[in-house]
């Protein structure tokens, strides 16, 4: 039987836009105490993983949510030590970083906890991230994804710097390591140029586990080449499956098997026992936005200046070939032909960052998790709850035991590793594809 994948894409207050004003969010403000918590509820619902986003910039404005972060993999380390079993992302980006630093990162991570550890390969798309690096501006999109692959590649060139059984620690003949069991990379490409080897010893993974993210020609053929999940954010189940069916067709012209690269959308769910509380709880998150917010959100998503835009008029005009992100092209396309004012506009779409939303009774919300799922749209979903804790714990309370009584998910962990959970074969050694 198969069975859907699940994953929480952790953000401390929730991911409505204004999940953070509501009075039961931020229980413990800006604490790992929080993200404990949260890890330890997926974790109860025996969800495969966890995935932390990561930018290194924000916005001055101060009505974001999400300004504040714990640098990812410190993060995941200690989440490693108060979990178990549920695998752990990050997002660690290929334009600021160096590659061996990356791999370095995530393959002590993949140590620390066993064999959870993965990471979300982004090339990163705001310029405020550039000013932190010393540049004046962001390359251009093509460059950054060329950057990746380089990147990509040198890091699992590094990850495979040892066998297996190369540390032997034979202390009676003084060996500690098998230097015929370890591989140099000697890399010489166009961006880096890295010798190896790695200073920490194979993976109990092989490799942790790759995700990907982008939806542009570059970023889908980066995903197909490499990523082992891949998250996106369709909204109606034709776009899912014309997606699902492409990015599949893409792995396998890469020689790769299809299953091994699983497609989970995004989806923001808001559930409770019967469908008018589940629309009294939206309700009552939509009236929490504030005015102000929606516009200086929508103007970053947008990359355009839309203060003093009369709200309740149509969208001025945005030149959709000039936006960076295919999220954004998604809403301005979204408010043309929906006719939508930009309050509709930041109400309806930029709410839950331009994801799904499902709003209804435990079965209302199945439902739709199994359609997708069963007919070629999904392998699974990154759970974005829209307030924290709350919108978790009803996800687990009340549709992951729904899921579960139709044998769609899993009822308990049979593996140790996140490639256990997603079933995920673990690259030999010495693999590269
Ligand atoms: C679920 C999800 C998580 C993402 N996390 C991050 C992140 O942590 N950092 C980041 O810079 N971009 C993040 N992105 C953005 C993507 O990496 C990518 O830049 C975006 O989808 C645009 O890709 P494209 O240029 O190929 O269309 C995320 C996107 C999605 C759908």
Redesign the pocket.
Known sequence: MRHMKLGL?LAPGGHHMAAWRHPDAYPAGFSIDSYVSAAQTAERGCFDMLFV???FSLTASGDRQDSFRFEPLTLLSALAMTTKSIGLAA?A?TSFNEPYNVARKFASLDHLSKGRAGW?I????STLEAYNFGREAHRD?AARYKKAHEFVQVVRGLWNSWDDDAVIIDKENGVFFDAAKMRMLNHEGVEFSVRGPLTIPRCPQGHPVLVQ????E??KTLAAEFAEII???QRDLASAQAFYADIKSRVAAFGRAPEHALVMP?VMPIVAATRQEARDKYEQLQALIHPVAGLTGLSRTLETDLSGVDVDGPLPPIEVSKL????AVGMVETARRENLTVRQVYERLLVSKGHRQLIGSPSDVADSLQEWFEQGGADGY?IMPSVMPGGLVDFIDLVVPELQRRGLFRKAYAGAMLRDHLGLPRPAPGFIS
């Open positions: 894409f986003a990561d930018v997002t980006t979300n982004v090339t990163s798309s999109h993210a982008g939806s542009s570059d970023g998250f996106t954010i995004g960076s992100q295919s999220r990154n």
